[in-house]
């Protein structure tokens, strides 16, 4: 399983399972979330073999109507990556608040180190 499956079946439960990869489909309703590998740390055998496990560094970002409703999600998505036993967690940075001009959404953006 891929740290992009792992991470889905985490949070799919949460904002109304509206919970995507990349980005999320225009004139999707609020509240949502979004996620992206954005790096890692791979593994390097000397014998060349590939590793069983991926070191994968995930940003979770959490869209809203209100600063509120972003930081309540953020908090719901920062304990369920916590409590995935499977996911092997490192919480790399606290959650940073985003504001998005074009759409007036409101949002946090956190990046979670996953071995899985």
Not at 21 to 41: K, M, S, T
Not at 93 to 115: I, N, W
Request: proline letters at 4%; one cysteine or more.
């Amino acid at each position: 399983m891929t740290a992009e499956e792992h991470i889905y079946d985490t949070l799919k439960h949460l904002a109304g399972g509206r919970v995507f990869p990349d980005f999320a489909p225009e004139g999707e309703d609020l509240p949502l979330i979004v996620y992206q590998a954005v790096g890692g740390e791979p593994a390097n055998f000397v014998s060349g073999d590939q590793p069983d496990k991926q070191h994968t560094r995930m940003q979770v970002s959490v869209w809203a109507a209100t600063r509120l409703q972003a930081s309540e999600l953020g908090d719901q998505v920062e304990r369920a990556v916590r409590a995935a036993t499977a996911l092997q967690t490192e919480v790399a940075a606290g959650r940073v608040a985003v504001y998005d001009e074009e759409t007036k959404y409101r949002g946090t953006r956190q990046d979670f180190y996953l071995f899985c």
